[in-house]
């Protein structure tokens, strides 16, 4: 999760806090295709397209399976370079995560599903940082049942320790995602262009009283080929030092991973 970064400077530094509260804004066919086209680039995000009923299947819309997806970098300082993500089952642990997203050599997500369908995060490690990051409750990932217009509000603790020595706690905060169905676009990679749910994350982040870190993420699915393109910006205000920063994503290819033989019996 590319916000991570963003909390993970900030609580490095000093100064002064901001109270959480996001709110859900209104969110116009042309303003999702301006915001995201900041980080993506023009004509990537294009017209409108009619909505589909509310998110039934999270799998399929994420093409929640082991593979590795290829992107091309449209922003930040690494703009140009190719970013690979990949996806496999790591098996049930304690906290109930059963899968592994890994994003480059950055980070990994620890996954699971919920009864009701919904795709949430309890935990990620961002290796650069040697954090481990764990949310309680856990962190919602894609929603189940989030119909176009809707938004849904979670609250929660994070709490983050060194990934190498996992005993070791750096730090408590606080963190608000607000989560809207922006619609449906029109999202044009080299990968092709796709029919493709636009979803809108606000997250702000309290961190020990000392920082303030604010996080835009528009994240399109494409049904049947996971996500397409992702653009981001990244606001940090840490007493007199601002730091507002973008970055982007978009399709290049995706690989399914093979299928393990089956061991026969001797």
């Known amino acids: 999760m590319l916000f991570a970064a963003a909390l993970l400077l900030a609580s490095t530094l000093l100064g002064e806090s901001f109270p959480a509260g996001a709110s859900a804004q209104s969110l116009s066919a042309g303003g999702v295709a301006s915001e995201a ?8 995000v294009g017209i409108a397209l009619p909505a589909w009923p509310p998110l039934s299947d999270p799998d399929s819309l994420a093409r929640w399976e082991p593979g590795e997806w290829r992107y091309r970098i449209t922003a930040g300082p690494r703009r140009g370079q190719t970013e690979r993500e990949s996806l496999a089952q790591n098996g049930m642990t304690v906290r109930g995560e059963a899968w592994e997203r890994t994003v480059g050599q ?13 795709l949430v995060l309890p935990s990620e490690i961002a290796h650069a940082h040697d954090a481990l990051v764990r949310f309680e409750p856990p962190l919602t990932y894609l929603i189940a049942g989030l119909a ?12 983050v320790y060194s990934s190498s020595r996992p005993t070791m706690k750096l730090y408590r905060g606080k963190i608000r995602a607000t989560t809207v169905h922006a619609g449906v676009y029109e999202v044009a990679t080299p990968a092709g262009t796709f029919r493709a749910v636009a979803l809108k994350t606000d997250y702000e982040i309290q961190i020990i009283a000392i920082a303030s870190v604010k996080d835009t993420l528009y994240t ?10 992702e ?3 990244r606001r940090i205000a840490v007493g007199l030092l601002k730091t507002d920063t973008k970055a982007g994503k978009v399709l290049l290819s995706f690989t399914p991973a093979r299928p393990t033989p089956d061991r026969q019996a001797p």
């Open 106 to 118: 950055e980070y990994t997500l620890h996954l699971r599903r919920t009864a009701e369908g919904s």
């Open 220 to 229: 399109f699915y494409a049904e049947g080929v996971g996500k397409v393109a």
């Open 148 to 159: 176009p217009g809707e938004h849904r509000v979670f609250d929660g603790a994070m709490d």
């Open 37 to 44: 086209g900041e980080a993506l680039g023009e004509g990537v």
């Open 231 to 233: 653009a981001e910006r």
